[in-house]
């Protein structure tokens, strides 16, 4: 064996040697994609306003806040681009809770700190039937408890009227459908500067926020003018709490107490910090994606996949017999490129990805098939078995190249126009032109100078017009 292809195959050693620390265990350590791990897809359309027009920098700065807000969710690999002028996909693999994904997306966290003027209260919990002895004691209780609603109905239509005939009011409502009639708003979220997630004295989950030297100093003026009344926080103009201001809060830090639960704290603690979006949104879509299907079409593609390189390596063994173990050998390694490519550059394998590397199984072995057939045609030409390798890749490599270069740039026009699975297609696939290059050409031609030094795999001959006989 000469100096360069002992070299050579320390190379294929060293390479092989690394894929296989690399990727073993192969389990959890490839991600999936939306149609096979399952999930939800997403289409949401822009809505600009007189105020907020519909611009190409207001959807670019919703796709920002949106990839801000699914990044610090959690989410695995998703998916966020735009489609046309106003709609946004997003695909978010292995999420469980679409409900709890599409509140975090579609809200627009808009928070404010505002004067109260008045409010009506909260409306007492209704009488139950269990709690009286009889029905007429039950009828008369619900009655009063009718003529109370009354009174705070007529109170809240009075806080309209008084929003509507002056434009620096505004009426907003609790989840217990409390009204406000607010003033002015002391901070808004422009001036936050953090939010997180705690819990407060009995526990329960609150979010705690950090205003910036601006937002401080605002803070600190409107704690100092409301000392013993109360400042409403709100959140989508929704009054999320009222708490009344004990004493002058300085230093820029405030919290948000509610009937949370420690999820709903951690997503509004999210979309603070991720700021409002810039545009109103409306779903036109939300398709989830069961995790069946994708085990279903995890196990069809795995099927698939090794029906297929068996009969690849059936036919390579009985038509090339060494020369195919060569092949065969040569295509392995490619299978092991493309899982240790798909892991190092932490792509998502997709139902389609799956098909590129069904596909890169055919491709990898055809550069194979055009350098035996070469050597067949230089030892035909009554060329040495080492003169008919040498000649026989050299020959064979400029196709392989323009095959293989080729399907690498449609593959990168996939890839920029594509979406989604189409996306993870075009990835797989040029992993694997990669791989099957460098396997049939450095790969296969170690290996048959590794089979030439130690005697095997000499090769005659072949008579005219016949295939190179293997011995």
């Known amino acids: 064996m000469l100096k360069k292809d002992r070299w050579r195959l320390i190379l294929v050693v060293v390479v092989v040697v690394a894929a296989l620390l690399f990727v073993f265990p192969v389990r959890g350590r490839i991600r ?11 289409l949401l359309q822009a809505r600009g306003t007189a105020e907020n027009p519909l611009t190409d920098d207001s959807v670019e700065r919703l796709l920002a806040v ?34 709890a994904a599409l509140e975090l997306i579609g ?10 003027y008045e409010s009506t209260g909260t409306v007492p919990p209704g009488p139950q039937r269990p709690n009286y002895d009889s029905e007429e004691e039950f009828l008369e209780a619900q009655a009063r408890w009718e003529a109370v609603r009354g009174q705070f109905d007529r109170a809240a239509d009075e806080m309209r009227l008084k929003a509507e005939k002056d434009p620096d009011k505004v009426l907003a409502r609790s989840e217990e459908r409390e009204a406000y009639l607010l003033g002015q708003a002391y901070v808004g979220g422009k001036d936050l500067e953090d939010a997180r997630t705690s819990f407060d004295n009995l526990g329960r989950p609150v979010v705690t926020l950090k205003f910036s030297s601006q937002g401080a100093k605002l803070f600190d003026e409107a704690t100092a003018a409301n000392v013993g009344r109360p400042i409403a926080i709100c959140l989508d103009n929704k009054v999320i709490s009222a708490p009344v201001v004990q004493e002058r809060i300085s230093g820029g830090n405030a919290q948000i107490s509610g009937r949370f639960s420690t999820a709903e704290a951690q997503r509004l603690a999210i979309m603070l910090r991720a700021g409002a979006l810039p545009v109103a949104v409306e779903i036109l879509e939300n398709r989830s994606v069961g995790p069946t299907l994708g085990s279903d079409s995890i196990n069809s593609g795995i099927r698939a996949g090794l029906i297929g390189a068996v009969l690849v390596l059936i036919f390579m063994f009985l038509y090339y017999r ?4 060569a092949a065969n050998a040569a295509l392995v390694v490619c299978m092991l490129l493309v899982f240790a490519g798909l892991i190092g550059f932490r792509a998502t ?5 799956i098909a590129g590397i069904i596909l890169t199984l055919g491709m990898a072995v055809d550069g194979n098939i055009l350098i035996y057939e070469r050597m067949k045609e230089e030892i035909a030409g009554g060329k040495t078995p080492q003169a008919a390798v040498e000649s026989g890749f050299r020959k064979a490599l400029t196709t392989i190249l323009d095959a293989n270069i080729t399907t690498l740039i449609a593959a ?9 699975p189409v996306r993870g297609f075009a990835v797989t696939l040029s992993i694997g032109i990669v791989a099957g290059v460098f396997s049939a050409v450095v790969v296969t031609r170690a290996l048959l100078h590794l089979f030439q030094s130690r005697g095997r795999g000499k090769m005659e001959a072949a008579p005219s017009g016949a295939r190179g006989k293997r011995r």
């Open 66 to 99: 949106l990839r801000n807000r699914i990044d610090q969710y959690g989410v695995t690999e998703p998916v966020i681009q735009r489609e046309g002028k106003d709609r946004v996909i997003v695909d978010l693999p292995g999420v469980a809770d679409p409900e």
């Open 412 to 420: 990168a026009v996939l890839f920029y126009f594509g979406t989604g």
């Open 32 to 42: 999936l994609g939306l149609d096979l791990k399952g999930g939800a897809h997403i």
């Open 322 to 325: 060494t020369l195919g173990l």
């Open 349 to 353: 394998l997709t139902l389609p990805g």
């Open 107 to 116: 809200k627009t966290a808009l928070l404010e700190f505002r004067h109260v």
